[in-house]
């Protein structure tokens, strides 16, 4: 039994290293730079999530920034904020695209998980990782602030 428990420890361990690797197998995001992003318990929306959204290409013009598509801004920091916190979506009114200190009926949640209806955000981009997306539920379950 003890050889079988530490063959599963082991196992669980390797498998959790595995999924948190990147896909390079280099530690890097494919173009030789290192990836130091990193799940955080309470991450900012200013120089965290700001930057998944600029990084996973939502803020262009013609998506979420000069466009506002679907009357979402995600330009700024104020604009990301004024926008999805407390504010219905136009996707379903009945949900707030951000309902503080609850990620699971956040309409950007729904949207970024894959686990709504209709078409899984970023559009035309990769789906968000396993880091950007425990961010983006831990940013909101914590408060959602404006820091």
């Given at each position: 039994?003890?050889?079988?428990?530490?063959?599963?420890?082991?196992?669980?361990?390797?498998?959790?290293?595995?999924?948190g690797?990147?896909?390079?197998?280099?530690?890097?995001?494919g173009n030789?730079?290192v990836?130091?992003?990193?799940?955080?318990?309470?991450?900012?929306l200013?120089?965290?999530?700001q930057?998944?959204?600029?990084?996973?290409?939502?803020?262009?013009?013609?998506?979420?920034?000069?466009?506002?598509?679907?009357?979402?801004?995600?330009?700024?920091?104020?604009?990301?904020?004024m926008?999805?916190?407390?504010?219905?979506?136009?996707?379903?009114?009945?949900?707030?695209?951000?309902?503080?200190?609850?990620?699971?009926?956040?309409?950007?949640?729904?949207?970024?998980?894959?686990?709504?209806?209709?078409?899984r955000?970023p559009?035309?981009?990769?789906?968000?990782?396993?880091i950007?997306?425990?961010?983006?539920?831990?940013?909101?379950?914590?408060?959602?602030?404006?820091?």
């Amino acid at each position: 039994n003890l050889i079988r428990s530490m063959f599963f420890t082991l196992f669980a361990v390797a498998l959790l290293a595995a999924c948190g690797s990147s896909p390079t197998g280099d530690g890097g995001n494919g173009n030789g730079n290192v990836d130091t992003r990193t799940i955080k318990t309470f991450p900012l929306l200013e120089g965290d999530i700001q930057e998944i959204f600029t990084r996973s290409g939502c803020t262009p013009s013609n998506c979420h920034g000069d466009s506002m598509q679907g009357g979402l801004g995600l330009a700024s920091v104020s604009q990301s904020f004024m926008d999805l916190v407390n504010v219905p979506s136009e996707g379903d009114p009945s949900v707030d695209r951000v309902e503080p200190g609850d990620a699971v009926n956040s309409y950007l949640w729904l949207k970024v998980s894959g686990t709504t209806a209709g078409t899984r955000m970023p559009l035309g981009g990769p789906d968000l990782d396993n880091i950007d997306l425990t961010n983006i539920m831990n940013w909101i379950n914590t408060g959602a602030p404006l820091n």
